[in-house]
């Protein structure tokens, strides 16, 4: 009978730690889209431009899937505010892809700073920066 406890004691404890699944906490995939029509690197554009930045993320690890993507912008150096916060649905946890529009405005010389941030399940983020500076 001692045994046979001993035995089930360690039976559970090695389907307990086994069942436990570490978290590797890897932040999701973001890249901006390429190609016509999209700005996909640092640029110098024109007052009236209408800017058009591409974006795909996709989940790394099986069970984190994509929640959150945000866009935020600051003007010459200043405090960044969210132009855009969207929660994702279950259908977009796995990969998500977005164009974000805007309309460039601003003296020549101001430099607009884009955050495009997308963050997954367990709350890690990854993010990508764009630098646009209006002729």
Do not use: W
Not at 94 to 122: A, C, M, P, W
Request: glycine share 8%; charged share 25%; net charge negative.
């Amino acid at each position: 009978m001692k045994y046979a406890l001993k035995a089930a004691l360690l039976l559970f404890l090695t389907i307990n730690l086994s069942s436990c699944e570490k978290d590797e906490g890897i932040p999701p995939e973001l890249n901006f889209k390429t190609g016509a029509g999209y700005t996909s690197s640092d640029a110098t554009l024109a007052s009236g431009t209408v800017l058009k930045v591409g974006i795909e993320a996709d989940r790394t690890e099986d069970k984190d899937n994509l929640k959150v993507f945000n866009v935020s912008k600051s003007i010459d150096g200043g405090t960044p505010e969210t132009v855009l916060n969207k929660s994702l649905t279950d259908d977009q946890g796995v990969h998500f892809e977005y164009d974000f529009t805007e309309t460039l405005e601003g003296e020549s010389g101001q430099v607009n700073v884009y955050t495009f941030t997308i963050t997954n399940r367990d709350g890690i983020t990854n993010q990508l920066e764009l630098e646009i500076t209006i002729e």
